[in-house]
């Protein structure tokens, strides 16, 4: 518990150590309370709470050495993917958007604020995907990327994208076990960074955003 609350033993999360977790009223530890600006509804929040701050909290981790204008990926448009984009673009980053399906591209497209929409929307089954985010940053690569699905092969293509010390986030739980090229690590000094979910203080870097 002294090194992260988030993985203390003795934590308790409502809906699975006790009930409570849909009752209108809940007694909580002020510890884990977020304060919810008056702007934002509680419908608006319930997302950002569980698949915002599961992707902020990577993005977080993996940005942390990067400057604004920097390139950021985002593989796998669905509900992470989806706020991922959104939060990047908002922390001053130019954002890719890269999704094999044309659901998860529409998604990235068709995004209602056009000031967070992302700069790039790529379709990886493109056999000119890797040559498409190659030129836009200039043939470097990407300086994070952030892998919202379970995919197996999207796991190892997004490796593949990064520049020279890129950071990779994890965030899918494949069904199998993830092998990868470890050469493309070694060569390009590559940090690829696992994120449970966002901590409380990160949360509420996040809500200032939002």
């Known amino acids: 518990c002294r090194l992260d609350p988030r993985f203390c033993d003795r934590r308790e999360t409502a809906g699975f150590q006790h009930d409570g977790a849909f009752a209108e009223y809940l007694a909580i530890d002020p510890e884990t309370t977020v304060h919810l600006p008056s702007s934002l509804t509680f419908d608006q929040a319930a997302p950002l709470m569980c698949a915002g701050a599961t992707v902020w909290g990577s993005l977080e981790k993996v940005t942390a050495a ?6 950021v990926g985002i593989v796998g448009i669905g509900g992470l993917g989806f706020l991922g984009l959104q939060f990047a673009k908002a922390m001053g980053y130019r954002t890719v958007a890269v999704d ?5 591209r529409h998604l990235a497209t068709e995004m209602a604020n056009r000031d967070l929409k992302p700069t790039l929307v790529v379709d990886s089954g ?7 985010i190659m030129e836009f940053t200039g043939g470097e690569g990407l300086a994070a990327v952030v892998v919202c699905t379970d995919s197996l092969p999207a796991n190892n293509w997004a490796l593949t994208l990064l520049r020279i010390g890129g950071v990779m986030g994890v965030l899918g739980l494949p069904a199998e ?5 470890s050469s493309v ?26």
């Open 126 to 132: 493109s056999k000119d995907a890797m040559a498409t």
């Open 100 to 104: 094999s399906r044309p659901a998860g």
């Open 177 to 181: 076990n993830w092998r990868f090229d």
């Open 185 to 210: 690590i070694i060569f390009r000094e590559l940090t690829i960074r696992g994120s449970y979910v966002a901590s409380r203080e990160s949360t509420e870097r996040m809500m200032k955003v939002v």
């Open 66 to 71: 990067l400057s604004p204008g920097d390139t």
